[in-house]
C-alpha cells in the first residue's frame, strides 16, 4: 500500500498536455469513505478531468466504493516477473533481431500505431482515438531516443516488423512494450523477441525480469508464460471522469 502521508494525489503534467485534459493519479490503492472524500475534493479544487486509480483487486470495499462513486473499471493490470539464468543468454538463431535504428521508424510508428488496441486508453471511450494511436507511436520513439535502454527489432527481408522495448533498474529487468506487425503475427516473431530481450538482460547483470500486460490481453499473456514468466500482482484500473 501507499504510504499514508504521501499526497493523496499526483497532476500528470505529460498526460495532461498530450491528451489536452487535466489528468491526475490518485496515490493510493484502497479506497475508504475519508480517502473517497479528500480524493473528490482535491479533484474538484484542481478541475481534473481524469482520474487514474490503480486498485489491489483483493479488497471488496475498495471496489464497492469505486463502482459507485463513479470510477470506471478501464483495465485489469497484469505483472509478470521471472528469474534470470545464465541459460537465458544466447537465444535461438532464429532470423534477425538487432538493436533499432533510426531508419526504422515508419515501420515501428506504423506498427505501434495499429498494436495496442487492448490498452485502458482505447477501451475507455472518453479518449480520442487519433490520439491514442499517436501515444503509442509517440512511445516507441521515445523509448529509441533513451527512454529504455535498448529497444530491439525482429527483421524480417530487411524490414522491421516488430519491436520490444528495454529497461533496466539495477538487478531488475522489465519489458516496456512489445509489438508485432499484423503480417507477421502467428511465427514466432513474439517469442524471438522475448528470448533476446532475456539475453540482453543477462548482459546488463539483471536477475529478474518483469512484464506489465492487459487481463484482456491473452496472447500476451502466453507469451509470456511460453517463455517462463509466472504471474506475480493483479491489480485493477480505474478512471473517473469529472461530470461538471
Known amino acids: 500500500m501507499k504510504p499514508a502521508d504521501e499526497a493523496i494525489c499526483t497532476y500528470l503534467e505529460w498526460d495532461s498536455d498530450f491528451f489536452e485534459l487535466r489528468i491526475a493519479r490518485l496515490n493510493r490503492s484502497r479506497l475508504d469513505d475519508p480517502i473517497l472524500k479528500e480524493t473528490l475534493n482535491w479533484c474538484r479544487a484542481n478541475h481534473i478531468d481524469c482520474l487514474y486509480f490503480l486498485a489491489d483487486s483483493d479488497d471488496a470495499r475498495t471496489c464497492r466504493i469505486a463502482d459507485r462513486n463513479g470510477f470506471f473499471q478501464a483495465d485489469v493490470r497484469m505483472t509478470f516477473e521471472r528469474t534470470i539464468s545464465l541459460n537465458d543468454m544466447i537465444p535461438p538463431p532464429l532470423g534477425t533481431v538487432r538493436l533499432a535504428r533510426e531508419e526504422d521508424f515508419g515501420a515501428l510508428r506504423a506498427i505501434a500505431r495499429e498494436g495496442h488496441r487492448d490498452t485502458r486508453f482505447y477501451f475507455d471511450e472518453h479518449f480520442d482515438r487519433a490520439k491514442c494511436d499517436l501515444l503509442y507511436e509517440t512511445w516507441i520513439e521515445n523509448s529509441f531516443k533513451g527512454y529504455a535502454q535498448a529497444v530491439l527489432v525482429a527483421e524480417v527481408e530487411g ?51 518483469s512484464v506489465v500486460t492487459q487481463g484482456r490481453n491473452v496472447a500476451a499473456q502466453r507469451l509470456y508464460q511460453r517463455n517462463g514468466f509466472v504471474t506475480a500482482s493483479f491489480q485493477l484500473w480505474y478512471h473517473r471522469w469529472s461530470t461538471g
Open 159 to 209: 524490414k522491421a516488423v516488430g519491436y520490444i522495448t528495454c529497461h533496466l533498474d539495477g538487478e531488475q529487468s522489465q519489458i516496456g512494450v512489445v509489438g508485432v506487425a499484423a503480417g507477421h503475427q502467428g511465427a514466432g516473431l513474439g517469442t524471438r523477441l522475448v528470448q533476446h530481450f532475456l539475453a540482453w538482460s543477462v548482459r546488463e547483470g539483471a536477475r529478474k525480469a
